[in-house]
C-alpha cells in the first residue's frame, strides 16, 4: 500500500529526519528544504544509484562536475535568456501572482475567487541572476545555472580530447541547479534550489531516433528495478506545443503522485542544436571527425534528465507502508536496500557492559562495508519499529547467548523473518542478502 497522502511522507520525513522546512526557527523559506541525518544519505544513495547504472556500469558514459556560475553568453547562446519564462498574470484584486498556464480557468482567480482580473500575461525569466565581482552591473552579470546541461555542452571538445570517446559516447553530471519558480509547491516536488542527475548522449545524427527510443526504456526500467511499481510509472510523449525550443521530440517518465501523474525525468531529442548554437557564439567548433567514414558531422543529443530530488520523493511514496505485526500497527518504508539511508542496524538486547563490546565489534566491522546504524535505545520492539520506519532493511541483534556461541539474530524488514548466523559468516551473509 503506496502512500495515498503526501502528508503521511511529509509528516515522517519531519518525525524521522528525512526531510525539515529550511531555516524553520525563522518561520521557514517557502519552498526550501534542508535534508536531514537519513535524508541527506537517502538522496546521496539516489544520486549513487544512478552514477551506478549511468556512469559505472558502461564503458560510453564518463562523470564530470561543471560549474554552478556561468557568464550570460552560455545562457544566450543555448536560448535559455530569451525562451526560459513563464507566463505570469497578476490578480488586480488580490494582488497574488500565478503562472496562467496552470490556472483551471483563466477568468477566475484561485486565490479570491475574482472575475476578470487579470493582468495581461508577460513573461517572466526563471532563471537567478546575481554579480561576480565587487561591483554590481551589466559587465559583472552572471547567472545560477538552470540545468546542468550546458557544463556538458561547453566542454564537449575537452571530454572528446581527454577521454578519447567516439559518438556514440555520454557526458553525465549531478548537481545543483536553481529556478526562479512563480508556483513551487508540493513539498520537494517543485522547489527554486534542486539536484538534478542529467545525461547528454552524442550519437550520430542519423542514430538519433533509435538511441532516443532506447534511453526512454532504459531510464523507465531503471525506477522499476529499484522498486517502483510499474503501475505507478508510465512513458509520455510531449505535445508539439509542449516541446522546449531545443527540442524535435520529449517523452517523460511520469510518476502517480497522491496528487496526479507528475514528471521524473524528461528524455529530449535535442539534435544538433546546443553545439551548433555554442560552436556559433563562441567561435570554437564543437563537431567530430569521424576517421573511418572520413566524415565530419555535429553530433545530434539524447538527454535524459532526472531530478533526484522529486525522485527521492517518489521512492518514499512507494516504499511507505501500513501492516500489522504481532497484533500490532507499524509503519514501514519497503525501501530497495540501494536507497536506504541505512543498510543495516546494529541492536545490542541490553545495554549491559558484557555485551557493549561485542556489539560495537559487530558494528565496526559491518560499518567498513556499510552504512550502519547502532541502537541500544529502548525496547527491541521499538527499535525494530524504528528501523522498519526509516527502510532500514536488516537488523541485526546481539544477545546474551552471542557470547557463548559467538552468533547473532538477523531480522528481515519486510518478512519480520529471524535466522541465526554465525559472526563470522554475517558479512557473507549480509551480502547475499542486499546483493552487494
Known amino acids: 500500500m503506496s502512500a495515498k497522502d503526501l502528508d503521511q511522507i511529509v509528516n515522517l520525513c519531519k518525525r524521522r529526519g528525512f526531510v525539515y522546512p529550511s531555516a524553520e526557527i525563522y518561520g521557514g523559506f517557502r519552498s526550501s528544504y534542508d535534508y536531514g541525518p537519513l535524508g541527506a544519505l537517502m538522496l546521496r544513495n539516489v544520486k549513487d544509484a544512478w552514477v551506478r547504472s549511468m556512469v559505472q556500469q558502461r564503458d560510453d558514459v564518463v562523470l564530470i562536475d561543471a560549474a554552478i556560475l556561468a557568464p550570460p553568453a552560455v545562457w544566450e547562446a543555448s536560448g535559455h535568456l530569451a525562451n526560459f519564462t513563464d507566463p505570469l498574470v497578476d490578480c488586480t484584486a488580490c494582488k497574488q501572482r500565478f503562472r496562467e498556464d496552470h490556472l483551471e480557468d483563466k477568468n477566475v482567480c484561485p486565490g479570491c475567487g475574482a472575475k476578470g482580473a487579470f493582468t495581461e500575461a508577460r513573461a517572466f525569466n526563471l532563471m537567478f541572476k546575481t554579480y561576480a565581482g565587487p561591483v554590481e552591473g551589466s559587465g559583472a552579470e552572471v547567472y545560477l545555472r538552470p540545468e546542468t546541461a550546458q557544463g556538458m555542452f561547453v566542454n564537449f571538445g575537452n571530454v572528446l580530447q581527454t577521454s578519447r570517446k567516439k559518438p556514440p559516447f555520454g557526458i553525465a553530471q549531478v548537481g545543483k541547479s536553481f529556478r526562479n519558480e512563480i508556483t513551487p509547491g508540493n513539498f520537494i516536488f517543485r522547489t527554486r534550489e534542486f539536484e538534478q542527475m542529467e545525461l547528454e548522449f552524442f550519437v550520430p545524427p542519423a542514430e538519433g531516433p533509435q538511441w532516443y527510443e532506447y534511453w526512454c526504456n532504459e531510464r523507465l526500467n531503471w525506477y522499476v528495478n529499484l522498486g517502483i511499481p510499474a503501475d505507478m510509472l508510465r512513458l509520455r510523449a510531449h505535445d508539439a506545443d509542449e516541446l522546449s525550443h ?121 560499518s567498513e562495508r556499510y552504512m550502519v546504524e547502532y541502537d541500544d535505545t529502548q525496547s527491541i520492539g521499538r527499535r525494530y519499529r524504528r528501523q522498519d520506519e526509516i527502510g532500514t532493511p536488516l537488523c541485526v541483534t546481539v544477545d546474551f547467548d552471542s557470547l557463548d556461541d559467538g552468533a547473532v539474530t538477523i531480522r528481515d524488514r519486510d518478512t519480520t523473518d529471524q535466522v541465526r548466523i554465525p559472526i563470522d559468516g554475517l558479512v557473507g551473509e549480509l551480502y547475499g542478502r542486499l546483493g552487494f
Open 246 to 366: 531545443y527540442s524535435a521530440g520529449t517523452s517523460d517518465v511520469e510518476f502517480l503522485f497522491p496528487w496526479g501523474w507528475g514528471e521524473l525525468e524528461g528524455i529530449a531529442q535535442r539534435t544538433d542544436y546546443d553545439l551548433t548554437q555554442h560552436a556559433t557564439h563562441s567561435g570554437q567548433k564543437l563537431d567530430y571527425f569521424d576517421q573511418s567514414t572520413n566524415e565530419r558531422y555535429v553530433p545530434y543529443v539524447v538527454e535524459p534528465a532526472a531530478g533526484a530530488t522529486r525522485t527521492m520523493a517518489a521512492f518514499l511514496l512507494a516504499a511507505y507502508d501500513e501492516d500489522e505485526v504481532g497484533g500490532e500497527q507499524r509503519t514501514i518504508l519497503r525501501l530497495h536496500p540501494r536507497l536506504a539511508p541505512f543498510k543495516v542496524a546494529v541492536l545490542p538486547l541490553s545495554k549491559k557492559d558484557t555485551l557493549t563490546p561485542l556489539a560495537r565489534q559487530v558494528y565496526r566491522t559491518l
